[in-house]
C-alpha cells in the first residue's frame, strides 16, 4: 500500500460483504477488480432497489420553490434584519442550465465510480475520516448486494488528503480525470471550498458529509449539498439559549487561531452580537497549545459569564480545566466537537454543566439508526458515530441518484441538488436554498460525566405529518 | 414553500416580448425608433461544434492572439483555429500538462501563449509546450484558474495563491493569505490594469496589488454577507469572485452573485442583479473587458454592457437567438434573430470593435457585428 498520497480503487461487490469485521483505516480497504460479470452498458434511469416497496424517503423540489431565508434561523438573528436588503439570495435554488442531461451514456463502463476525499493522514480529522469512510464503504457494499442482474456495481475511488492549502482541488481534478460520477468528502472545511471550486469546472456533484462550515454552501455553485447541519443551525440555536433563556450577557470566545474557528466564532459572535450581548473578549490559542496564561488571565479580567469555546476537543477540554483551575466560574458552551470522548477526558470536572449542540442523539431508537447502529458494528466491530452516520447517508443519496439518473453526470446532479428532504439514518433532513441541512440540532448538557440530551421531538417534514418548527 | 413570483423587470421583458410577436405584428412595429446603440450589436451568429471538428463540447475560454489566430481552451485540450477554419488539438500527448484548459493569455512581447490548466501552467513558444508545476517550480497550486501577462511578468491565478513570474529572471513569487491582504488565497481571476495587478479573490473580494510599489488594497463587500446585497452600487456585489476584467479604466467584477463595476478615475461603484436590472442572470462564469464595455458571460446567455446600455443575447425556446436591448430612460425592447448563440450557457467572451467570440458549453459561437446603420434591421422578424 503506498504512503500518502495513496490511490486506491475499492470495488466493493457481493462478495466483500461477508469480510470479518475489520478495524482498518481508509488506508487499508483491499484493491481488486470488480466480481461481477459485466454489462455492455449502464442502463440510464434504472429504478432504484425496493423503490416501489415503501413510501419514498427522497422528496425533491419543484422548479421555481421558494425557501425560507438565512438557514430558517429567527429574524432577530438575520443580518440587518430590521432593513429589507436590496437583494436576497438563496429564496431559490440556484439551477444548472447548463447542457449535457441528453448527453449519451459511456459505454465503456464496467462500473459505477464514486470519488472520495479523505482527510490527510494524521491530522486532526484523520480519525472522524476513518468513520466517515466506513459508512461510505457500507453503503455501497450494501448497495452492491442489493444490485439486481445486470446492474454495474458502484466503485469506491478514494485518496487521501494532502495537508496544504489546495491540495483538495488537485485531488478533486484527479478524481475528474478518474471520471468519477460524484464524489464524497470533505471533512476539512478548506478541503470542502477548494475542491467545490474545481467542481463547478468539471460538473460532478458532491455530496459533502461533515464539513459545518456553513459558508461552504453559500457560493451558488449548484454541484453541491450538505448532508450535516451546519455551525449556523449549531450557534443560533446556541445563541438563542445562552441569551434568551440562561441570560447569559457578558460572553468571552476562546478559539483556535484557524480558518475553521475563524469562520465559526465569527458567525457566533455576529449572533450574540444581533440578541444585544457582543463578545466581551475573543481569545485565540494554537492548537496544540498546552498552557494559555495570557489567554486565561485576559478572559478572567473580562469578568464573563459565558465562555463560548471552539477548536479541537482535547485543547478545549485542557483549556475548560485551567479556567476553572483559575477561579473562572463562567460556564462553557460549544459546538459538536466537544461531544467527543477527548473534551470530555481533559476537561475533567470542569466540563460539568458545559452546554453544547449536536446533530442528534446517538441513543435514538429510530429502527433506521438502530438498524444502521447494528449492522455498522458487525461490519466494523465498533460502534458508528455521527461521522459515519452522516457519511453514510451521504452514500445513500449518491447511490439513489446514480441508479435514478444512470451514468450521466449531469442528470446525477439533478437528483441530488433538487432534494427537499431525505430520511437517512441519522433523521430526517431538510435542505434549504444553498442545498444544505437544516433540522434541527440538539441542545446536550454533561452531568456527572454523562451526555444528557434535553427533549425535543424529531423533525418530520409535513408531506409525513410532520411540522417545520425550526426548535421546540 | 411556494413557487417564485416572477419579477417586475421580467414581466415588462414578457410583455414587450408578446407585443412584439404577437400575429400581425412584427417587432419593428413595437418598438419604438432609436438611436444606433453605444456598444456594437451582434447581427448574425456562426456557429461550431463537435461536428465541424472541435474536440470538446465544452469551451472554457477564447482568445484572439496578435497574429490574427484563434484559440480555445476545452475540456479536451488547446486549439487553434488554422487558416483554413478547421481546428487543430494541442493535448498532452503535443506536451500540454492538462486536457483541460481554463485560460489562455498572450506575452505582447513574444507572442508566447500561458495557458491555465488543471494541472499546471503551460508555455506554448515557438511551436513547443513547456510544463509549470507545483513539483517543478514556483506554481503554488496545479489547478490554475486563470492566466494574465504584464510587463514581463506572468500572473497565474490558482487555487492556493497567484504565482507571479518573472520571464526574464525565471523566478517566482508566491502571493497569498501570508504576505497580501487576502484573506483567502482562493484565487479565480487576473487582470492587468494600469500599473497594478487585480486578483478575483474566492470569498475575498479583489485585491488590487502595485508590482512596483509592493503595496496591496482590498475590495470588499460593504455589507460582507452572502445571503443579500444590502444595497447596491455600494462596492464588489460580493466577496466570492469568479472573474475580473479591467480597461480603459474600469474594473469589472464577474460572480455568481452579479456584476460590479469600478471606476478607478471616479472612484465609484454600480453592481447589478438579475430581474432588478438588465443583467441576464446572476450566475456569471466569467467578465471580459473591452474599452468600457464589458461582456459578461451567464449562464443565461451574454450581457455586453457600458453601465447604461444593454444588449442581451440568449437563446430561445425555438433555439432562435433572443437579443434583449435595454437604453436609460426607455423601455426594454425584445428582438428575434434568425442565428442564436450555440448554447446559452456561456464560459467566456473574446471581443474588439469588430467581431466577438463566444465560448460555451456546448460549442464555439462566431458573433458577426452590425453596423450602427444595419441596426434597425435587426428589428425584424427573420
Request: charged fraction near 20%; include cysteine; hydrophobic fraction near 40%.
Amino acid at each position: 500500500m503506498n504512503a500518502s498520497p495513496f490511490y486506491l480503487i475499492a470495488v466493493f461487490a457481493a462478495a466483500s460483504a461477508a469480510a470479518a469485521p475489520a478495524t482498518d483505516g481508509p488506508g487499508a480497504c483491499a484493491a481488486g477488480g470488480s466480481d461481477s460479470p459485466m454489462v455492455a452498458a449502464a442502463q440510464p434511469a434504472q429504478a432504484p432497489v425496493g423503490a416501489a416497496s415503501a413510501p419514498s424517503r427522497f422528496i425533491h423540489s419543484t422548479p421555481g420553490e421558494e425557501y425560507p431565508p438565512y438557514g430558517e434561523l429567527p429574524k432577530e438573528l438575520w443580518p440587518f434584519s430590521n432593513v429589507e436588503p436590496y437583494f436576497r439570495y438563496f429564496v431559490t435554488r440556484m439551477p444548472f442550465r447548463g447542457p449535457g442531461r441528453d448527453y449519451p451514456a459511456p459505454t465503456d463502463l464496467k462500473s459505477l465510480p464514486i470519488g472520495l476525499v479523505d482527510a490527510p493522514r494524521g491530522g486532526a480529522n484523520w480519525e472522524r475520516s476513518v468513520r466517515t469512510r466506513e459508512g461510505i464503504v457500507l453503503a455501497i457494499e450494501e448497495a452492491n448486494r442489493e444490485r439486481r442482474p445486470g446492474d454495474l456495481p458502484f466503485d469506491l475511488i478514494e485518496h487521501e488528503g494532502i495537508a496544504q492549502w489546495g491540495g483538495a482541488a488537485n485531488l478533486a481534478a484527479q478524481l475528474a480525470d478518474e471520471k468519477v460520477l460524484g464524489y464524497l468528502g470533505t471533512i476539512d472545511g478548506t478541503d470542502a471550498h477548494v475542491a467545490l471550486r474545481v467542481t463547478l469546472k468539471t460538473e460532478i456533484v458532491m455530496v459533502n458529509t461533515s464539513d459545518p462550515d456553513q459558508t461552504l454552501t453559500e457560493t451558488q455553485i449548484p454541484w453541491l449539498i450538505r448532508v450535516m447541519p451546519d455551525h449556523r443551525q449549531e450557534e443560533g440555536r446556541l445563541v438563542e439559549l445562552m441569551v434568551r433563556k440562561l441570560g447569559c450577557t457578558r460572553i468571552a470566545v476562546l478559539r483556535t487561531g484557524d480558518r475553521f474557528a475563524r469562520v465559526g466564532a465569527h458567525q457566533f459572535m455576529d449572533f450574540a452580537r444581533r440578541l444585544g450581548c457582543p463578545a466581551v473578549q475573543e481569545l485565540l490559542f494554537t492548537p496544540g497549545a498546552t498552557n494559555i496564561p495570557y489567554q486565561i488571565g485576559a478572559i478572567k479580567e473580562s469578568q464573563p459569564d459565558a465562555i463560548f469555546l471552539m477548536g479541537e476537543p482535547a485543547d478545549i477540554g485542557r483549556f475548560a480545566k485551567q479556567l476553572r483551575q483559575a477561579g473562572i466560574t463562567a460556564r462553557f458552551f460549544g459546538t459538536d466537537l466537544m461531544m467527543e470522548d477527548a473534551f470530555l477526558k481533559n476537561a475533567g470536572d470542569a466540563a460539568e454543566g458545559t452546554t453544547f449542540t449536536f446533530y442528534f442523539d446517538p441513543a435514538r431508537q429510530d429502527p433506521l439508526w438502530t438498524g444502521f447502529v447494528a449492522r455498522y458494528e458487525q461490519r466494523w466491530g465498533h460502534e458508528p458515530d455521527a461521522y459515519a452516520g452522516f457519511a453514510y447517508d451521504g452514500a445513500q443519496i449518491m447511490l439513489h441518484a446514480m441508479q435514478l439518473a444512470g451514468p450521466n453526470r449531469w442528470r446525477i446532479r439533478d437528483e441530488v441538488y433538487d432534494l427537499d428532504y431525505y430520511q437517512g439514518v441519522t433523521g430526517w433532513m431538510r435542505f434549504d436554498g444553498t442545498g444544505s441541512n437544516t433540522a434541527p440540532v440538539r441542545v446536550v448538557r454533561y452531568e456527572h460525566g454523562q451526555r444528557v440530551f434535553e427533549p425535543q421531538a424529531e423533525f418530520v417534514p409535513p408531506a409525513f405529518g410532520g411540522t417545520v418548527a425550526h426548535a421546540p | 414553500m411556494k413557487t417564485q413570483p416572477s419579477s417586475p423587470f421580467a414581466a415588462l421583458f414578457g410583455l414587450v416580448f408578446v407585443l412584439s410577436h404577437a400575429p400581425g405584428m412584427n417587432a419593428s412595429a413595437a418598438l419604438p425608433e432609436t438611436a444606433p446603440l453605444p456598444i456594437p450589436v451582434v447581427a448574425r451568429f456562426e456557429n461550431f461544434t463537435e461536428k465541424d471538428g472541435l474536440p470538446a463540447h465544452k469551451i472554457h475560454c477564447v482568445l484572439k492572439a496578435g497574429d490574427g489566430r484563434l484559440w480555445l481552451g476545452t475540456t479536451n485540450g488547446l486549439c487553434v483555429r488554422q487558416d483554413n477554419g478547421t481546428f487543430r488539438r494541442f493535448g498532452i500527448e503535443d506536451g500540454l500538462s492538462h486536457l483541460t484548459v481554463l485560460g489562455i493569455a498572450e506575452d505582447p512581447a513574444t507572442g508566447d501563449l500561458w495557458i491555465a490548466t488543471m494541472q499546471g501552467l503551460s508555455r506554448l513558444s515557438g511551436g513547443k509546450f513547456t510544463a509549470f508545476t507545483q513539483t517543478n517550480s514556483g506554481l503554488p497550486n496545479n489547478v490554475v484558474y486563470g492566466v494574465a501577462v504584464a510587463e514581463g511578468t506572468v500572473w497565474a491565478a490558482t487555487a492556493a495563491g497567484t504565482g507571479a513570474y518573472d520571464i526574464k529572471t525565471k523566478a517566482w513569487k508566491p502571493y497569498d493569505q501570508t504576505n497580501t491582504v487576502m484573506n483567502e488565497p482562493w484565487c479565480y481571476g487576473i487582470a492587468p490594469g494600469r500599473g497594478v495587478i487585480y486578483l478575483g479573490i474566492w470569498a475575498g473580494g479583489i485585491v488590487e496589488h502595485d508590482p512596483r510599489l509592493g503595496t496591496f488594497k482590498a475590495y470588499r463587500d460593504p455589507d460582507g454577507e452572502f445571503h443579500i446585497a444590502l444595497t447596491a452600487d455600494s462596492g464588489p456585489i460580493v466577496d466570492v469572485t469568479s472573474g475580473v476584467a479591467y480597461d480603459a479604466g474600469v474594473l469589472w467584477q464577474a460572480s455568481y452573485f452579479g456584476l460590479a463595476r469600478y471606476d478607478t478615475q471616479e472612484a465609484t461603484w454600480r453592481t447589478w442583479v438579475q430581474d432588478k436590472t438588465p443583467l441576464v442572470s446572476n450566475f456569471i462564469n466569467s467578465v471580459f473587458a473591452h474599452g468600457r464595455i464589458a461582456w459578461a458571460s451567464t449562464d443565461q446567455g451574454v450581457s455586453v454592457t457600458n453601465g447604461d446600455t444593454w444588449v442581451n443575447y440568449q437563446v430561445g425556446k425555438d433555439g432562435k437567438g433572443v437579443v434583449h436591448i435595454c437604453r436609460p430612460g426607455q423601455p426594454p425592447e425584445t428582438r428575434t434573430m434568425a442565428t442564436a448563440l450555440s448554447d446559452g450557457f456561456v464560459m467566456a467572451v473574446w471581443a474588439d470593435d469588430h467581431e466577438a467570440w463566444f465560448a460555451t458549453s456546448n460549442g464555439l459561437s462566431h458573433g458577426l457585428f452590425s453596423s450602427p446603420a444595419d441596426q434597425a434591421a435587426l428589428t425584424s422578424n427573420p
